[in-house]
């Protein structure tokens, strides 16, 4: 622990204690001996006026108070380990969208920069040691975000032009901004839009336009959103229609029971085992996606119709590959497989 830690974390327990704090107490938490104890004292006096005092009845050092208002270290003050929890943050920040927030924090990122060199905690390694991988995410506009970001925290309404995915026509609405949500490397807005007056969800990066409105934003309960939102699965809103039973196989087993795949799922183990994942769901299209992503590795046991439109998708994907030559391929590997000449 440096010096700088030091005269920080002694601060704090003399602020936070009711009564005067030991010197052996002192050497304790900051690790030091007492020598080291009293010349952190005594620069917490002379370089940064903190009031300390020593009763000699407790045998032990305590902070005068000064009117109403506690001491305070002057400046913005951080430990070693939290200017690296810190730094670590705003390199993770950069990876959820380039230029998304760079204006912003540029400058506070420089001055952080410039605290953690002189405390030689090595920032430079950071950018080598500390990765976040986006998969297939899709970009948001920088000023696209800034602009819902700045409606969002202070309840205005906005106006959109908003191209849609699946239909890919545009469409003119007016919406309350609810929510900003980072789902899968992605990032959407959760408004009420006033066009479909209903709770809606927008990609950011199909918003080709954005300017905020004066008339404030309709405000939903957190309750309703989270009752909205919660009973489907990933982002598809509404109650939930169905209850999906997967099988998953010994292999997939091991990590498919440390997975949270919705907050009202019912997991157990079976008899050989495997792993039986109940969860509710409203639309199948997304849950449809991540049972593909295990293979042979999970069977759709309930209800028939999730069943069904995985068999359709996989079948689909095989017959892709099922040329004459493929099948000959097929043939062959099967034999060698069972040892069939």
């Not at 009420?192 to 918003?207: M, P």
């Not at 997304?286 to 069904?308: C, F, I, K, N, S």
Request: net charge negative; glycine share 6%; proline share 6%.
């Amino acid at each position: 622990m440096d010096k700088f830690t030091r005269i920080l974390l002694a601060h704090r327990i003399l602020s936070a204690a009711r009564y005067p704090v030991s010197r052996t107490r002192l050497e304790d938490e900051l690790e030091c001996s007492a020598a080291s104890v009293k010349r952190i004292i005594r620069e917490l006096r002379d370089f940064v006026g903190a009031p300390v005092e020593y009763d000699r009845t407790a045998n032990g050092y305590y902070y005068a108070k000064k009117g109403d208002t506690a001491f305070e270290l002057p400046g913005l003050w951080f430990s070693a380990d939290e200017l690296i929890a810190f730094a670590s943050l705003l390199e993770l920040t950069s990876g959820l969208g380039p230029g998304l927030l760079d204006a912003t924090l540029h400058p506070f990122r420089q001055r952080l920069e410039e605290l953690l060199q002189h405390k030689e905690l090595g920032l430079a390694e950071l950018p080598r040691r500390l990765r976040l991988l986006p998969l297939a995410g899709r970009a948001a506009p920088p000023k696209v975000f800034r602009a819902v970001a700045t409606a969002t925290l202070q309840r205005k309404r906005l106006a959109v032009r908003y191209r849609a995915r699946s239909h890919d026509n545009c469409t003119e609405r007016e919406l309350s901004p609810q929510r900003i949500v980072h789902y899968r490397n992605n990032w959407y807005l959760v408004a009420w839009c006033h066009l479909r007056e209903e709770l809606r969800i927008f990609a950011l990066e199909r918003l080709e336009s954005v300017w905020q409105l004066e008339e404030p934003a309709l405000d939903i309960p957190d309750q309703e959103l989270d009752a909205h939102f919660t009973p489907g699965y990933g982002l598809f809103a509404g109650p939930a229609a169905a209850e999906a039973v997967l099988h998953f196989s010994p292999y997939a087993a091991r990590w498919v029971a440390e997975e949270q795949w919705h907050p009202n799922q019912q997991g157990r183990w079976l008899e050989d085992g495997g792993y039986e994942l109940r969860l509710p769901y409203s639309d199948p299209t997304e849950l449809v996606m991540d049972v593909l992503r295990y293979g042979p590795d999970v069977e759709v046991v309930a209800p028939a119709e999730l069943r069904e439109q995985v068999r359709e998708r996989l079948a689909r994907a095989l017959a892709q590959y099922q040329t004459a030559e493929g099948q000959d391929l097929s043939l062959r590997a099967g034999r060698k497989e069972f040892g069939m000449t």
